[in-house]
């Protein structure tokens, strides 16, 4: 089998849309493009099916398992070669599925630490969007990360489509973090990675043989069954703050000490002009996690609007012990002619 090569140029149309505020080492990136690879399967209709993979290990591709629910008989692809897949090993309620094929001659991703992120760093989606033969890659930033059966599933800005199921969530170093799942419908969409950590209970489970795999994930429950930080999403996405707010104080009485869940409060109350009350929740998310730079950043907003100049400047001090950077974009928020 002929082992499919990108060029430099390719590489480097590849990367022509990444634009993040740190350098990126172009070696590291091209080589977590050449771990990333389809699967690929035709459903019972006669139709192709198509997903995307992250080689993790000798002959070892992680994937997500909603892609082989309607194929008997899928395998890998990487441009114009193919690779039987032998046997998988399934976590359906993660919906995290391990392949283990024959005869691929990539080299597997470097495995990072999805439990370490903070928010604002950078990241990238590597995968085959909409079926592409080469892997595209989107930059992003974390926008959270939610804990969710003791890992952290990822939030980040780093957008992909249909075709990339499994695809790959990297940071700056090419190092993979997760994989890449689900999204909520139309735009703006909030992109959804499962932690990378889960690798290691998948590789305990049973091995199997016989396709389709079948069984609901936990991102397919009822909406009411669905963890909060999925069920926030599309209200505040639709901006229906009564049900935001009822949302998330239904997530504060399950899990009082949970940062998101005031910062989503606080959001719900700013915006039905509940101002004490949101400034309030906004401390409370601060005081449970003081990296929650979302929380900061509108702490100092409406210490602006109140012309509180000593509030703006803790907001700023407080964020740029988190990120620099995420600093700057606060001061140039809110129109500071020097730092706040």
């Known amino acids: 089998m002929r082992t499919l090569s990108i060029s430099s140029a390719t590489f480097l149309a590849l990367l022509a849309s990444i634009q993040p505020a740190s350098a990126i080492d172009q070696q590291k990136i091209l080589a977590a493009l050449q771990t990333v690879v389809m699967v690929r399967g035709y459903n019972d209709t006669g139709g192709l099916a198509y997903g995307s993979g992250v080689m993790v290990g000798d002959n070892k591709v992680m994937t997500n398992c909603h892609i082989f629910r309607s194929t008997k008989q899928p395998w890998v692809a990487r441009g114009e070669d193919t690779y039987n897949i032998v046997s998988v090993q399934a976590d359906r309620w993660h919906d995290l599925c391990l392949l283990t094929t024959y005869g691929i001659p990539f080299k597997p991703a470097n495995i990072g630490k999805g439990s370490a992120l903070t928010r604002g760093q950078e990241v990238l989606s590597i995968g085959h969007s909409n079926g592409v033969p080469a892997p595209l890659t989107s930059a992003g930033v974390i926008k959270s990360t939610y804990q969710f059966e003791d890992e952290k599933v990822i939030r980040s800005s780093a957008p992909f489509r249909m075709g990339a199921s499994g695809s790959g969530i990297f940071d700056t170093d090419g190092n993979l973090l997760g994989i890449n799942t689900f999204k909520t419908p139309g735009k703006p969409a909030y992109f959804y990675s499962l932690p990378i950590e889960w690798l290691a209970n998948l590789e305990k489970l049973p091995v199997e043989t016989k396709f389709p795999i079948t069984g609901k994930a936990f991102w397919e429950e009822d909406d009411d069954k669905k963890p909060f930080f999925m069920q926030i999403a599309i209200p505040e996405i639709n901006r229906d703050w009564p049900k935001l707010a009822q949302v998330a104080q239904k997530w504060i009485d399950a899990d009082p000490k949970n940062s998101d869940a005031w910062y989503e409060l606080g959001i719900a109350q700013e915006n039905l002009h509940q101002l004490a009350e949101a400034k309030i929740s906004y401390q409370k ?56």
Do not use: P, W
């Open 285 to 340: 998310s601060v005081t449970l996690d003081a990296s929650n730079v979302d929380s900061l950043f509108r702490l100092g907003a409406m210490a602006k609007d109140a012309g509180d100049v000593a509030g703006m400047h803790d907001a700023n001090v407080a964020i740029a012990n988190v990120n620099k950077e995420l600093a700057q974009e606060y001061s140039n928020m809110l129109g500071c002619t020097v730092e706040c």
